[in-house]
């Protein structure tokens, strides 16, 4: 597994923010970029969501052009995105070392922990997701702005590729500690797949589903909830971990909710079930 240098410490960081504070935020002027990872399955239809309504103050973030490379039977559906991309996207936002990010989808949390996980990845230090996404902003009525957005701060952040550990296909199969599969049960089971090439799982994994980690509301459940969630599939930490979906959507969610339970040290599978499915050779196992 590819295990990122020891980083600075800058003080304890939390994975996510409440509405209320980033809209206080917001309101005192405080130094933050925030970055709207809206998607839809039509091409552009993010950007037209966003258009139509945003929190105050942010900016665009597109998660299929931005947060993940070519997709490909080789890579998987969303592999990681290439430096290039990274740096023309860095610039779009605007990343400052003196700003913090804070990063939101529409409410399932997400593209947002997937926006958390790769801006965590490339060196971006101070990263929170809003715990709860737009859904929840507007629930609590906190106002919204329409049109284009922010305009970016100056940028100073060059992206700095590996500051969290991954681990390629070969190195799942040469694992033998804890492997932890973040899709649905029905997926993880093998009784239903609609979006790779087979059924089923990697052998030896087990399922902790990114669903059964948050609240009714999409917001994440209490660290001591989440460690029982946890402990119940057997894992009682991260270091020596592997987890997995189906692309590095649920499995960012389950990292960041690893983390925000104080298991840090996971390593995230990037290329998932959708590349380990594409080869006819790799072994797949299915549950009753």
């Known amino acids: 597994m590819h295990q990122p240098p020891p980083a600075p410490r800058l003080g304890v960081m939390t994975v996510s923010i409440a509405p209320s504070e980033l809209a206080e935020s917001i309101r005192s002027g405080d130094k ?25 103050t942010s900016l665009f973030c597109d998660p299929a052009q931005e947060l ?38 529409q409410g399932r949390g997400l593209y947002a922990s997937r926006a958390w996980w790769i801006l965590r990845w490339a060196g971006v230090p101070n990263v929170r997701i809003l715990d709860g996404g737009f859904r929840r902003w507007e629930d609590e009525k ?4 329409g049109g284009p ?18 681990a390629t296909i070969d190195e799942v199969k040469a694992h033998t500690g804890l492997l932890i ?38 917001t994440f459940k209490t660290p001591e ?6 402990a119940a599939a057997g894992v009682t930490g991260g270091e020596g971990a592997i987890v997995y979906s ?5 499995s960012a969610q389950v990292l960041a909710a690893m983390e925000h339970a104080g298991l840090p040290g996971a390593a995230h599978y990037v290329g998932g079930w959708s590349q380990w499915s594409a080869n006819p050779k790799n072994p797949v196992e299915r549950s009753a």
């Open 142 to 145: 906190l106002g919204h702005a």
């Open 246 to 250: 189906g692309s590095g959507n649920h």
């Open 68 to 105: 993940s490379g070519t997709p490909s039977s080789v890579d998987g559906r969303n592999p990681l995105p290439t430096l290039p991309l990274l740096a023309r996207a860095f610039r779009n936002w605007g990343l400052n070392t003196d700003r913090e990010v804070v990063v939101y989808d």
């Open 32 to 56: 933050t970029t925030v970055l709207a990872a809206f998607w839809a399955p039509i091409e552009g239809a993010g950007l037209t969501l966003f258009r139509s309504a945003h929190i105050p």
């Open 225 to 230: 909830q989440i460690r029982e969630v946890f």
């Open 181 to 218: 599969d973040a899709r649905d049960p029905d997926r993880y089971a093998g009784r239903r797949e609609l979006l790779d090439l087979k059924a089923g799982h990697i052998p030896g994994a087990v399922n902790v589903p990114a669903r059964s980690l948050l609240n009714g509301d999409f």
């Open 149 to 166: 957005g922010n305009f970016p701060h100056f940028c100073n952040i060059r992206p700095n590729p590996g500051q969290m550990p991954t």
